[in-house]
């Protein structure tokens, strides 16, 4: 079965394959880059996310995934290409460079969140909201997480951080969004970081502060493994959204471009 996709930018010029993260959807690539400097930009929506919502439970992992990138690759044509994303879509874009090295050229790994580690504790409560929703519906999920303690701490030390994951209520309803949330936390895009060594390719890897989703040890330790790794830091998301979009830009072009 093939994602759903969406495109910005010009189709003749360089394409780049980005994915987004979890809970999000292809939007969230095509708002972050909506006209990037001379390239085209391909953002699918992953199984459970945007369009891409028929597709069975079990298809949810980090190989399945990047196998189905690859398959979308396939179908335009497109034998390798720069590859990039955000919180999971970086680690679908590592677990494709490790797997399938000869389709990606440079990698951008935004916001990184996995490492080797299943059920990383940072996104437990992104994971807890699809099994509540789907255990006992979208209602009683809702008062579940507002009456979680590490929900409540969270909103008291950063609200924006917050809002993002009570954010996943507004998402459709369906086996594969609600089982999405918890199946990706309960795997991982690799087993050891020591494998990030193979990875020669030109990566690019970008955190910013104040950001509790995507700690800046996560990235810290991806980017001791990298060999060939450039590493800057944004203002914050949650915080700086405008400040932060014209960075990335700025940034990912200039990387792009080099």
């Known amino acids: 079965m093939l994602l759903s996709y969406q495109t910005t930018g010009d189709p003749t010029n360089t394409p ?10 292809s939007a969230q690539t095509t708002s ?6 001379n390239t085209y930009v391909i953002a699918p929506d992953m199984p459970g996310h945007g369009e891409s919502q028929s597709f069975d439970p079990s298809e949810l992992s980090f190989d ?13 044509g497109i034998e390798s ?29 935004l916001r990184p969140s996995w490492l080797e580690e299943k059920q ?22 809702r008062e579940k997480l507002l009456a979680d303690p590490d929900f409540q701490q969270l909103d008291q030390q950063n609200k924006p951080v917050a809002n993002s994951i009570g954010g996943l209520f507004q998402r459709p309803i369906t086996p594969a ?40 040890s996560t990235a810290d330790v991806i980017a001791a493994h990298l060999p060939d790794v450039e590493t800057a830091e944004l203002p ?11 960075a990335l830009n700025a940034i990912v072009a200039k990387f792009l471009a080099g």
């Open 236 to 246: 914050p998301r949650y915080h700086e959204p405008e400040a932060y979009g014209l």
């Open 32 to 37: 972050a880059f909506p006209e990037l400097k």
């Open 64 to 76: 399945r995934f990047a196998d189905l990138v690859v398959e979308l690759m396939d179908h335009l």
């Open 177 to 216: 969004s609600t089982a999405v949330l918890y199946r990706m936390w309960q795997d991982s895009p690799f087993s050891d970081p020591e494998q990030l060594s193979q990875i020669g390719n030109p990566a690019l890897v970008l955190t910013t502060g104040r950001d509790e989703l995507h700690p800046q």
């Open 16 to 25: 780049l394959v980005f994915l987004h993260g979890l809970g999000a959807g």
């Open 81 to 109: 290409c720069n590859i990039g994303g955000l919180s999971m879509g970086s680690g679908i874009t590592l677990n494709l460079a490790l797997r399938y090295p000869e389709r990606v050229k440079k990698i951008i790994l």
């Open 120 to 141: 990383p504790e940072h996104l437990k409560l992104v994971a807890y909201v699809g099994r509540w929703i789907e255990d006992h519906g979208i209602d009683e999920a």
